[in-house]
């Protein structure tokens, strides 16, 4: 039952609503606007090496549908669609050892090599053996996990090269967390490395809890290498905001920051430092590098996301947790991660990105100043995205979705 | 098991299938035509009133997406994208009195003036400040609805300039139903104020269980002010069609025509009319007015239907009943409204209704003579936004989606 | 938890993924090309006799809405939609014998010319009647179902000059199955008269498990009449590929081909065959004619396949078992199909070709030499709808859907 209000109509001023604000598009990247599928170039974490077994399984990377297979211990990849009527050989088997054949007519490719080797119900003889090669991608196996190199002809660069340093060579323990999601990859790095959201999104967090955060902090971004690094000039604790009032990520029960030990960025007074970690906690905790990989040095840890596109609009969450040490050594570590770390850090506080990362819808954009983050970022693949491109023209070669596709 | 039937092939003649025949665009009524996602300037009830609290809470109008709040007692709305990435304010809360904060780096919106009064996480001295200002929409509450005026840059007028006559000043009480509904706001309103399938589709009804309808009618429809009326000229309760046989809605349980009371259309011979209602019935007891508002008037209340555009496939349908009256006069039409007019009236009569809009696939049409009114409320419109078209222009205001731009 | 592969990046060659190799279209058959949604000209069975009641029921045929309504024991079919606010005919139903009325003004129409008898609600003297006639599709029963010509306005051939001559005249019992399946028509038949999938696809299916199959043959298509068939010339039952080893589809288990009945192909020595049957098995045991019906002739029976085009992505596929026979003769038929014939072939095994066909994505197409069936049915359908064509133009007429049409 209706009850009428007596007021007149308020008379706030009316905004029409047309254009939105701020930048309307990323033609200031090129490279990066026409990366919606991902960056070609590069190797990614697709499944966990325990998922490949002899059984064929599809997986989606930078749009492209990929057929994984592993035979006699190594895993192979081939473009997931048989040339003959386009069935997926995924939905096949092996007849042969070292080859895989469509379920449809028994069109049996070498899984090095990708050339057809048979086709069963034409016989040994058939004329086609030989004249058909099926695309097959590289391979390897890191952490875990299978990674597979999607490029545009060019040889592909040792995975080494590409993976964090300090992860290859030393020691270490890992924890992973493999997690597809809705949105565009583009959307989750940016999140990742945004150096504005952190303490007001996860302020709620249970990983924060006990752990105050700044309410902002004053920032710059430093290329070192590969890596472009987060450095944290100046954090304010609490904040006065005029006509409004204050407001503060602290609470009593709440460490407070000059005992804070655990906090994000203030490593360097923690009491034992494993060496790995210390070498890279300096310029700053929170550094990303392409095609998408952030790194967060926690004073006992590092925490890694890889954010796989596999299509516009989805990605693959990848979380990766390392302790750097031996032995005895790194039972806590399995201990801690196991019981509480997984769930409390990947999930529920990853959760909040993960919704993030779904709404997000940019551009237009009108950017603030917290977010030189992320336009330092765009410029790093940006400019390591043109030296590639040079490299490829060099060789005669040509990227799929370069920018003047788009 | 099969069964030969031994006729031959039926000698009936094959139409070949083509252009279907009628009108093939509404090209006639250009704005109405560009109106697929409603007309702009006007107000439009898009929830309960008890709904809209503290916690934000997104509605679609117009196609454009908004987000309601109340603050302190008054009603505010916002556009509901929050300009830096895009991300729903509806997803935030409140931080501070009189703003909304977006959930992702606390952005703060004031409620009514759409201003940016913080960006918490980049402190208080931000110098985004004060270079944002967020679209507001004006609202109002009446009828225990919440009102949204969706404009182009206008003054909105007064909402009682737009509320049918008779609910300004006069103490009524209402009952109301709101449903989301599939199908274009246009075929809604069509079909509520077409005069041909209320005898045909609501023959069925349990609401006309017990009162007869007519075949069919003679109607002629005038317009007086804002509104249009469909004048019975007259009735015919059966007919014969050639070579079919008779046809009525007819049956010995229900009243006969000349004894008709409750009868829609014939509401003069009632004993006790209400002033209010008096004053409404002539010169037709169904009226509509822009932007799609229907008003049928029984003898002991009257009916409103808004339909209210939420995009080009969908619309919210809102019923209301009033009765005029006070105090314990009004409390037979409580009892009767809910004990059963709201689930008979509102739901299933109007259920049939629903169904025909979901199902209507217009144009191309071939309409027929009581297609008057539907033509004539095209007209209304048509005008109507002519006039409006002619005042924005002279105001230096464009409309979003006026008929050039389609 | 990770485990590093020790492995270096194998070394196998990385192919660019680009262009799909083999014929990108079927611009060599534009008739068929351009037949996503069937070709026009033919009877097609649409649902079971006993389907049809006065009850009105849509389908969907060539991507046109059809409803079906049964008035006085005869079937009918109009175009399903109402010229006047297009609404579907078959959520109405009759208000007088021989007509069907729209559910939302009452306009009536005649079953057998489509005319407009009657819109009830504008009374007998409507201006409109006569002025409107609904397009009309031809309709017949055979075999238990119901069967729907779709044209170009052309007289409609006897059904009977369609079906495949063996069911006309001759007495016969037959079992059938309709089946709503995902998937372009095309790849229905192309599946169903493919030479190659059979021996590969279908070698793990119940049907064959006690039947060895070839591993391939070769084979020529000879053409008779309306119908193409496929010739065995030579059949391999197992076969050494180079570099791979043996492959067979024998098994100790399964009876040799030396001995074998009930083989494909091989009726010849079938002690008792039916003589409708013997006239049918020469030149070859497997046929195929248009607009898509395929004929695989068992020593004790025939079955056929029709691949109905219900739009450009679904079909519907009506398999038909036919044993030529009278009286006691045919009982055996009957306990073998509903004991589990039905079941284990129009079930099971064909159960595998509705997966390729759900799966196959073409063209792009790199076909081999088993193919020839492929190349020699789309050869057919392309000089028969010249042919028509031509017919069509002398007449004045003009096909939907024609090939210059895309």
């Avoid at 170039?41 to 994984?68: D, F």
């Avoid at 090269?161 to 790095?189: D, H, I, K, T």
Wanted: charged fraction near 25%.
């Amino acid at each position: 039952m209706g009850e009428e209000s007596g007021d007149s109509t308020p008379r706030r001023r009316h905004s029409r609503a047309g254009k939105l604000p701020g930048r309307q598009d990323w033609s200031s990247w090129p490279h990066y606007q026409a990366a919606a599928t991902g960056f070609r170039g590069y190797w990614y974490p697709v499944t966990y090496s325990s998922q490949i077994t002899t059984k064929p399984r599809q997986v989606t990377l930078l749009g492209e549908k990929i057929v994984l297979i592993r035979d006699n211990g190594t895993v192979f990849a081939l473009k997931d669609r048989c040339p003959h009527r386009g069935v997926p050989l995924s939905e096949g088997n092996q007849q042969f050892p070292g080859t895989i054949s469509c379920p449809y007519h028994g069109w049996t490719f070498d899984l090095a090599t990708g050339e057809l080797k048979a086709a069963i119900t034409d016989g040994p003889a058939s004329p086609i053996c030989g004249k058909v090669t099926q695309p097959t991608y590289e391979v390897t196996e890191r952490l875990g996990m299978v990674w597979v190199f999607v490029g545009d002809g060019e040889d592909a660069p040792p995975i080494d090269s590409q993976l964090p340093e300090e992860l290859v060579g030393n020691a270490a323990v890992v924890g992973s967390r493999m997690q597809p999601r809705a949105g565009n990859w583009r959307f989750a790095c940016e999140n990742g490395y945004d150096e504005g959201h952190a303490k007001y999104l996860h302020r709620t967090a249970l990983w924060r809890l006990f752990k105050a955060m700044p309410v902002w902090n004053e920032t710059r971004i430093v290329r070192r290498g590969r890596w472009i690094y987060r450095v944290q000039e100046k954090q304010y604790w609490d904040a006065d905001f005029p006509g409004l009032g204050k407001w503060s990520n602290q609470a009593w029960y709440k460490m407070k920051p000059p005992t804070e030990v655990g906090n994000i960025g203030n490593t360097t007074t923690h009491r034992k430092v494993n060496p790995v970690i210390a070498a890279q906690e300096f310029p700053g905790f929170a550094s990303v590098s392409m095609p998408g990989v952030l790194r967060i040095v926690y004073p006992t840890f590092i925490h890694y996301e890889f954010y796989v596109p596999v299509d516009a609009d989805r990605h693959l969450y990848v979380g990766v947790m390392a302790s750097f040490g031996k032995g005895v050594k790194t039972w806590p570590f399995y201990a801690k991660y196991l019981g509480f770390v997984r769930w409390l850090f990947h999930g529920q506080f990853s959760g909040q990105d993960r919704w993030m990362v779904e709404v997000t819808d940019a551009p237009p954009e009108r950017l603030y100043r917290p977010d030189d983050s992320l336009l330092k970022w765009r410029k790093l693949a940006e400019d390591v995205s043109e030296e590639r491109a040079k490299r490829l023209r060099a060789e005669g070669l040509e990227s799929v979705g370069r920018p003047t596709d788009n």
